[in-house]
């Protein structure tokens, strides 16, 4: 599985209008856009327009494109459910438009979206108030040395603003690999982070309550795109297989970064534990958790009694306007 980057705008597309006998609200589905996660969000559509129809909601698919403002305001839904992964769908930008229209939306809101969406505002504001991270180091294009390793092996090379694992380059010390073959194909900043060993935790904090933590395997190097959305790519454990009282620990630091960072309905907060040192490492939020047949939110809800179309029905009915 590749990811592509839609280089041309289009415009919006209604793909699909749906209307049962008795409906509830009209619920506008907004999926696909021009990110580089527009097929994870398409996939990610489908799963939410199924679970709306089964619910007995009016719903209305559109594939997001410049024009959207304008389809909103035509189609006046109730609700906005909002699916759309990366660039416009989940930093701010469709969360901006929506609160200037007055419609209810799912998900967190603008300024809270920006600064996950970010992970260099993640870190900042996460670090000052006590949140463990490892140690990194910001570069840019114009002004690191290519022929020089950024920090000791091993490390992780992250772009500031991407999602689902995109432009993620794990690099250890037995590596031949070098700055002048990394492709800078989102954006000319970069975040050189400590590669910390050990079990890769994700935790999912519905309405400000963390409700599990799920521990993923995988045998490629890292939880990258392929092992996220590839069926056999990784392997879910849950609960995380961790000491109880590790386990409490990493719950109730999710329930902190939710509530110090904004988020609203559902996230889903990612950690690397090092086993060694008894310590977790925050790496980001995710306030748009994917609802694909891998994705972990509606997993370990599942495991947790609510299914997969109860939690798109709790988004629907949680929904609210002007979220700052």
């Known amino acids: 599985m590749?990811?592509?980057?839609?280089?041309?705008?289009?415009?919006?597309?209604i793909l699909e209008q749906y209307k049962p006998d008795n409906s509830k609200k009209h619920v506008l589905l907004l999926m696909g856009g021009e990110s580089a996660e527009r097929e994870v969000s398409l996939i990610s559509?489908?799963?939410?327009?199924?679970?709306?129809?089964?619910?007995?909601?009016?719903?209305?698919?559109?594939?997001?494109?410049?024009?959207i403002a304008n389809i909103i305001e035509q189609i006046k839904p109730d609700v906005v459910f909002n699916a759309l992964h990366g660039t416009f769908g989940e930093d701010g930008?469709?969360?901006?438009?929506?609160?200037?229209?007055?419609?209810?939306?799912?998900?967190?809101?603008?300024?809270?979206?920006a600064i996950c969406f970010n992970k260099l505002l993640t870190r900042y504001m996460v670090e000052a108030h006590g949140v463990n991270m490892a140690k990194c180091k910001v570069?840019?294009?114009?002004?690191?040395?290519?022929?020089e390793e950024p920090m000791p092996r091993p490390y992780v090379i992250k772009p500031t603003c991407e999602g689902s694992s995109i432009g993620i380059e794990v690099v250890l010390e037995q590596d031949n690999f070098?700055?002048?073959?990394?492709q800078w194909d989102h954006g000319d900043e970069l975040i050189i982070e400590e590669y910390i060993p050990g079990q890769e935790i994700q935790v999912a904090v519905i309405d400000g309550k963390a409700v599990g933590a799920l521990e993923i395997k995988t045998h490629r190097k890292f939880y990258d795109y392929?092992?996220?959305?590839?069926?056999?790519?990784?392997?879910?454990i849950y609960p995380a297989e961790l000491p109880i009282e590790k386990y409490q620990e990493v719950l109730s630091i999710s329930e902190k970064v939710f509530n110090l960072l904004g988020c609203k309905d559902v996230s889903r907060v990612e950690y690397r534990y090092h086993q060694e040192q008894k310590k977790f490492y925050f790496l980001e939020v995710n306030t748009h958790p994917g609802f694909t047949p891998t994705?972990?939110?509606?997993?370990?809800?599942?495991?947790?009694?609510?299914?997969?179309?109860?939690?798109?029905?709790?988004?629907?009915?949680?929904?609210?306007a002007v979220k700052l």
């Open 2 to 13: 590749t990811t592509t980057l839609i280089q041309q705008k289009h415009p919006s597309k």
């Open 45 to 67: 559509g489908r799963g939410i327009s199924k679970a709306l129809k089964e619910k007995n909601y009016q719903t209305t698919s559109v594939d997001v494109g410049y024009d």
């Open 295 to 320: 994705s972990i939110v509606p997993e370990i809800c599942a495991a947790n009694g609510t299914s997969y179309n109860d939690l798109v029905e709790f988004l629907v009915e949680k929904a609210d």
């Open 178 to 182: 070098s700055f002048n073959e990394y």
């Open 139 to 147: 570069v840019n294009k114009g002004n690191i040395n290519l022929n």
């Open 226 to 236: 392929e092992a996220k959305y590839t069926p056999g790519g990784s392997v879910h």
């Open 93 to 113: 930008n469709i969360q901006g438009i929506l609160n200037i229209l007055r419609i209810p939306y799912t998900h967190s809101g603008l300024t809270c979206s």
